[in-house]
Structures are given as C-alpha cells and as structure tokens.
C-alpha cells in the first residue's frame, strides 16, 4: 500500500505542469513571428498565438482514438517549431488551408 501511494505522488508530481496549464485562464500570449521564436524564453505549457508559414507539402496527419477530428503536425517554413492543426472532421479532405495566426501550447 505504501509502494502504491508512492507511486501515486510521483504521477501527481509529473502532472504538475499539465495541472497548471488546464487550471489557467486568459489569453494567449503573443510571441510574434514563429520563424523567430525561441522555445525557452515562451517555457513550458504556455498557451501562445504566433504567426508565420506553415509547410504543408511535409505535414504529418494523424489520428486519436475516440475523436473524430482528424490533427496535422506542420512545420514553420524557415524554422524549427512544428504547430499541431486540428482538423475537424467535415474539414478533413486532402487539401487543408491553415490559420493565418497560428495558436497552442508550448
């Protein structure tokens, strides 16, 4: 029972930062160009909105189960992030136009 508990307060301490974000309110911060953008100086499970080119020629579509939207993992053109792009599922066709300004988590 000990052990379990143990067990327990570790998965608590990993989901921290998740907890933190899901209990946050406001708007997104504004990081600007994405081609630009440093990862560490926006950290870690913070909701952004950016803007910039997203690659679609290489964007990677998936899946999860249990929801019936469909994602795409595109690049920024010219730099390192990728910005995960849900899909809905009327919206789910070959050719899909991203979002001028781009928003998420980091």
């Keep these: ?40 100086r926006v950290g870690a499970n913070v909701w952004v909105r950016g803007s910039g080119t997203l690659s679609m020629s290489d964007a990677v579509r998936y899946r999860r189960p249990l929801d019936p939207n469909g994602y795409r993992l595109a690049r920024v053109e010219g730099a390192r992030p990728g910005v995960e792009l849900r899909v809905p599922r009327a919206g789910a066709g070959h050719r899909l136009i991203p979002p001028a300004p781009c928003g998420g988590v980091f």
Excluded at 5 to 13: E, H, R, Y
């Design 1 to 40: 029972m000990g052990a379990s508990a143990l067990v327990a307060i570790f998965l608590l301490l990993g989901l921290r930062g998740d907890a933190a974000y899901a209990l946050s309110t406001g708007a997104p911060e504004d990081v600007g160009e994405l081609r630009e953008l440093v990862p560490e």
